[in-house]
């Protein structure tokens, strides 16, 4: 291929490339190859999968956070002309590089904050899966986006329904966004069933495929307080502009409500290879070959109030929001470690909500914080949630 048409392909770096948006972003390269050339692939432990990854789409770069598995991912690429990198600090290093055009942030959780803000201080597009990172730190995440002039453009469904639906409004004022929620599997039960159910269960969530941590924060409701938060950075909101509708079909993804009460609604069939794929095409809409949503075959689309009594993950985010400084963080970090101590079978279902709520008593607030006191609330939250489940 010629260098210039070479030029015209957008050079991707997926941060998270083994994990379920990081698979499905590389489908979506694969379909387009004349668009999308892929520059960096990062793993944490997965390491065959990301040698495969390297094998097929020959990135300049690939980094295995796992340092154990730096000499198995070195070996296996010996012969290629992909550099290999290990540990957490190769992660920052190479989302500084020059080569890329958009990072793909697909790392789940609060470790993929610092590499996000690496590749927004060295001018980057940013493809925000990573909703944990807008969570913790959304005010200097997206003040840096704004001083960098650097795009930050939702891959989470309700948020890049949203996004979609602000297309050609910059100058109307948003009167709300309504974020639609599946349900997940649990919806319609009460404590006395939750309090028994078990990761097999929470992991089957009806209309999505996902990574472990936000299938078990769906079935908590958690995931969607995490996105209630999301938006309010994404879309400089106040917290009552703010309101989440039960949608179990999960066909319209979003929606906005404008001044004049118009409301616009993003649609289509459960299926996150969309969302992502706007992001990294944006601002072209591209072809796909998706099934389409027959409105034809269709039956209702339902819609009913969270159960916040119940799913009181919902109410705890609500809380976080309000407050804003660093109890979105806490309440963040406390959330992992219980979905984490649930995943291993340490705690039970309800104790995920309880630990969040203790570590939101008991850690300090501070109004504004710094980076570095996002990074201590997020410590001191996730060592005071381990430390009452013996982790
Ligand atoms: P997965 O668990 O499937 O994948 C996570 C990815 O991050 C993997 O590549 C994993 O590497 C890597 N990773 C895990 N821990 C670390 C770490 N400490 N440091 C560096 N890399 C790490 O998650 P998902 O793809 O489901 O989700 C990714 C993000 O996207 C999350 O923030 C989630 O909330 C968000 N999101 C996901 C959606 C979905 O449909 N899955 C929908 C909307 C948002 P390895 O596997 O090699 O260990
Ligand atoms: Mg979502």
Redesign the pocket.
Known sequence: MSRRLNRMKKKIAI????????T?ALDVIATHPDKFEVEIL??????M??VDQAKKFNPNAVV???EGKYTAVKEALAGTDVKVFAG?KA?EEVASFDTYDMML?????F??LKSTLTAIDSGKAIAL????TLVVAGDIVMQRAVEKRVPVIP???EHSAIFQCLVGETRNKIEKVILTASGGPFLGKKPNFLVNVKKEHALQHPN????????V?SATLM?KG?EMIEAKWLFNLQPDQIQVIIHPQSIIHSMVQFEDGSVKAQMGLPD?KLPIQYALAFPQRITSNFPRYDFSRSSALHFEQPDIKTFRNLALAGEALNKSGNMPCILNAANEIAVYGFLRNRIGFLDITELVERAMDKISYIPKPTLEEYFESDAEARNFAASLINL
């Open positions: 941060f998270g490339s083994t994990g379920s948006i990081g499905q990062t793993a944490h432990s997965n390491d999968l990301l295995i956070v796992n957490e992660l942030a697909a790392i789940v959780g470790a993929g899966a990573n909703k944990e891959v989470d469904s999505w495929n996902m990574g472990a941590k936000i299938s924060d995931n995490l996150m």
